[in-house]
């Protein structure tokens, strides 16, 4: 029996277990959402912005492991997906994109609604299709998320011209894909993991540093096990929060420009860096020059290209987290771990104690407080949070621990405001049973907030927390710390909606929150209330985001972070 | 310093555009590129000339390994390598110079392809050094044209066995 090339679309994202897609119609995928409108398995969530179905897509996957899936149609809703898809490249996040083209008779003519969406898209995809025979489609959707998912996941984007869509074919399965110049190693050299296991017995001052690569294997437990055996101390990147619980002793917090004194004090001054699923970004290593100066560094990346590429390894390690950990916790589990570091434990113990960050106690609606008391009256929930891109971001970051992968969604390597709300809604629909928080900033909200429109419509019960400070706060403070308090363009006083209307306006039961009297009251109300719920909490303008390494200086050259 | 890698790739449509798109994202610079299809009608291969001032060859390779449509990279010191530049020079040979001319051609090895009242147009092959020598010889003639092919290489019989 022949079939359409959409139709073949909608088969082969059922026969790869497909439940879900966000996205946008137009005239370039009508063929596609008529073939979609018949899928007695495909849920499709109608977004407001194609920009918020690239993001959905990418929190679905954060929150579920699971490929994220997104589509639009040609031209401007193609071009809409852009910074969605930019965001799931840096971050290393399996989504693919579906685009529709238009027809390929008049590709190259500037037609009506015509982007060369592969073309734009070419360095922020991990590869991309434009499909011009539709027999082809059920080779390319497998291919697709086959390369999306495996070695170092990423996006993959896939145009198809609407006559393509309309072009009958026979279809077949797709049981294999195998790619010629397409082969990510797994596996991690036997001979550097036993020079690892080497260097960690003999160890006097190491640090475990984990990224998202540890999220994305699953390599959490085999982390659990090294660091408790060997007695190392953990510390991540923002990309790598929940791959450790940081309630453990072994805990110091996150590194880098917003990380904790201790952990950034750790890291310049161990002998050990075990570097597993991270790339070394700025943000993290503050001046790269003077980065760990006294550590040899064992790096594990399933990425070759990151090997090496802003640090130097001293035993590079090629594969999947979770693979290498694991031998290297069976290679080391014949010696008696050493564990001969008790003075450096003592150490990092005296810096927690001293450099603990901070919840301000003085009872006033301090942003911090707000991340703190919303942890406290969490405790023991399954909680998802998500992240707006600011001060906001840093402070979620900071004060609400995570026990647990997967639980963090956060922008890390675009740094996308209004990434925040369009995730949850994603990592929601994946995770329906799950408490899932959006903590956001009035800036970042305000970029996606149509999306409201979404939450409302599927009656999604996303926590909107909105750490409400009237300003670009991130932006008002680097303005203020290093261009002499000149504020400008950052003030967001004037504009900005009243929340609780705005909720009202979208059929979302909202309360703005001013005085820290109520916090715990509306936190309440928030949390037993079944639908989605805005909380715009109105906290100190001006508050900063301390401990900070400025930009250029090293890790150590911290700015507070001292306990009072 | 320049690099010579000589790159098999799916021949697919886009696969250049990649490629060029890769190198100058990643600040590599391409001093020459030169595609042609293989024996095998579903791969291309690509002799690329990269220009490395302060990025490590390492990288380039790497970043090249993660297209999907890259199959096969090799890179090679220059002492691995017979290469090879063809070159068109369409140089002034007027009566008066024309001798003169045709006799740096001999020395060089040149054909000489096309002749007209005023003009000689020469091809030449060599390393690069050689065309480049010869276009210094030829210029105080004055040039009208001139188009190289770029480099390719293959590896010497000792590197692949
Ligand atoms: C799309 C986008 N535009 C601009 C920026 C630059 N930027 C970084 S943080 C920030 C301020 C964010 O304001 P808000 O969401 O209110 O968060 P706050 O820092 O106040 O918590 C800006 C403008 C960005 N990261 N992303
Ligand atoms: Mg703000």
Redesign the pocket.
Same mark, same amino acid.
């Given at each position: 029996m022949k079939i359409s090339g959409a139709q073949a679309i909608v088969k082969s994202l059922e026969y790869l277990g497909v439940k879900d897609v966000f996205g946008i119609p137009g005239g370039a995928t009508l063929p596609l959402y008529d073939a979609l409108a018949d899928s007695k398995i495909i849920n499709h969530y109608l977004m407001r912005h194609e920009q918020c179905a690239a993001h959905a897509a990418d929190g679905y996957a954060r929150a579920s492991g699971k490929i994220g899936v997104c589509m639009a149609t040609s031209g401007p809703g193609a071009t809409n997906l852009v $910074?969605g898809i930019a965001n799931a490249y840096m971050d290393s996040i399996p989504i693919v994109a579906f685009t529709g083209q238009v027809p390929t008779h008049v590709i190259g003519t500037d037609a009506f609604q015509e982007a060369d969406i592969t073309g734009i898209t070419l360095p922020i995809v991990k590869h991309s299709y434009l499909v011009t025979d539709a027999t082809d489609i059920p080779q390319i959707v497998a291919e697709a998320f086959y390369i999306a998912s495996t070695g170092r996941p990423g996006p993959v984007l896939i145009d198809i011209p609407r006559d393509i869509q309309q072009q009958f074919i026979d279809y077949h399965l797709i049981e294999k894909v195998t790619l010629p110049g397409y082969k990510p190693t797994i596996k991690g050299h036997a001979r550097q993991i036993k020079e690892s296991a080497k260097l960690i017995l003999e160890s006097k001052r190491p640090v475990l540093l984990i990224g998202g690569g540890i999220i994305t294997s699953g390599a959490s437990e085999e982390v659990f096990k090294l660091a408790t055996t060997h007695r190392l101390p953990v510390t991540w990147t923002l990309m790598g929060k929940g791959g450790f619980p940081e309630n453990h002793e072994l805990s110091m917090g996150m590194i880098g420009m917003h990380g904790t004194k201790t952990s950034n004090m750790a890291v310049q001054n161990c002998d050990l860096l075990i570097g597993a699923g991270v790339r070394f970004d700025d943000r993290a290593t503050g001046n790269v020059a003077r980065f760990a100066p006294h550590a040899s560094i064992i790096h594990i990346d399933i990425d070759p290209a990151e090997v090496s590429k802003i640090v130097k390894a001293s035993v590079p390690i090629v594969g999947d987290a979770r693979t290498i950990l694991k031998a290297l916790n069976e290679y080391l589990s014949e010696f008696e771990p050493k564990a001969n570091h008790e003075g450096w434990l003592s150490q990092i113990k005296k810096w927690k104690k001293n450099y603990a960050l901070r919840v301000p106690r003085d009872k006033i609606l301090k942003?911090q407080l707000l991340v703190h008391t919303l942890k406290k009256m969490t405790a023991g929930m399954e909680i998802i949070v998500t992240t707006? @891109? +600011? !001060? /906001? !971001?840093m402070?979620a970051a900071q004060y609400f621990n995570m026990e647990k992968p997967r639980h963090f969604i956060s922008s890390g390597g675009l +740094? $996308?405001?209004?990434f925040g709300l369009p995730s949850a809604i994603g990592a929601q629909v994946a995770k329906p049973d799950a408490l899932v928080i959006d903590i956001? +900033?009035?800036?970042?909200?305000q =970029?996606v907030l149509q999306d409201l429109a979404t939450i409302a419509c599927y009656n999604l019960p996303v926590k909107i927390v909105i750490?409400n /400070?009237r300003? &670009?706060? =991130? @932006?008002? !403070?680097w303005q203020q710390l290093f261009y002499k308090g000149k504020y400008f363009a950052v003030d &967001?006083e004037k504009g900005t909606p009243d929340f609780e209307e705005l909720g009202r306006a979208y059929g979302i039961r909202a309360k703005s929150v001013k005085e820290y009297s109520q916090l715990e009251k509306s936190i309440s109300e928030m949390l037993s209330h079944e639908g989605p719920f805005i909380l715009d909490v109105h906290v100190e303008k001006e508050e900063n985001v301390f401990p900070m390494v400025p930009a250029g200086a090293a890790l150590d050259e911290i700015i507070g972070g001292e306990a009072k | 310093m320049k690099h010579t890698i000589s790159v098999y790739v799916e021949n697919k449509p886009g696969v250049l555009a990649r490629i060029a798109g890769l190198f100058r994202r990643r600040g590599f610079n391409i001093h020459s590129l030169s595609v042609a299809p293989t024996e095998n009608a579903a791969y291309s291969h690509m002799t690329i000339v990269v220009d490395l001032e302060d990025k490590p060859l390492e990288q380039v390779v790497k970043q090249l390994h993660k297209l999907i449509n890259v199959i096969k990279i090799h890179d090679y010191l220059p002492e691995e390598v017979v290469e090879r530049e063809l070159a068109l020079i369409k140089v002034n040979a007027s009566s008066e110079v024309r001798a003169e001319v045709i006799e740096i051609a001999n020395i060089f090895r040149a054909k000489i392809i096309d002749v007209s009242r005023n003009y000689l147009t020469l091809e030449v092959t060599g390393t690069e050094d050689k065309i480049s020598a010869i276009i210094a010889l030829l210029k105080p003639y004055g040039i009208k044209d001139l188009v190289r092919t770029g480099k390719v290489a293959v590896a010497r019989g000792q590197a692949t066995e």
């Open positions: $910074t942003p707006g @891109v +600011g !001060q /906001n !971001q402070w +740094g $996308t405001m209004g956001d +900033g009035d800036g970042s909200f =970029m750490i /400070n300003y &670009l706060g =991130m @932006v008002r !403070q &967001l | -």
